[in-house]
């Protein structure tokens, strides 16, 4: 009789490392520590987290125009990803990206919640 199952589903994680399994439980956990956060924010605390992610989202845009300002100055302005950067603006190309996505994840995390206080 078929059940649906097979033998070896239920241990499913039983050969996974258990330090790996508890690492990748780290970044859902600081997500969800975020949204208390960002739910407990009321009035002028929201609006300094909100500048704070914006002058970080900032900074990442900078960031990456000054990683990308040798490129400007050939002429390539529709160039995507550190390919034809040069080997010195890699790191800062890097960091840019990661500034913008930082700042940008949070401002749209407190987007999504500020539709909640309506």
């Not at 508890?22 to 002028?44: D, N």
């Not at 992610?53 to 160039?79: C, E």
């Amino acid at each position: 009789m078929y059940t649906g199952r097979s033998r070896n589903s239920v241990n499913l994680f039983r050969y996974f490392p258990h330090d790996l399994l508890a690492l990748s439980m780290l970044p859902m956990a600081a997500i969800g520590l975020l949204f208390s956060l960002l739910f407990c924010l009321q009035g002028r605390d929201w609006i300094v987290v909100f500048i704070i992610a914006f002058a970080v989202a900032a900074a990442g845009a900078t960031s990456l125009f000054y990683a990308k300002l040798p490129l400007y100055r050939q002429g390539q302005f529709f160039a995507f990803g550190k390919r034809n950067l040069p080997q010195a603006s890699h790191r800062l190309y890097s960091f840019g990206c990661w500034l913008s996505g930082v700042g940008c994840l949070v401002i749209l995390l407190l987007i999504i919640v500020s539709t909640q206080w309506r």
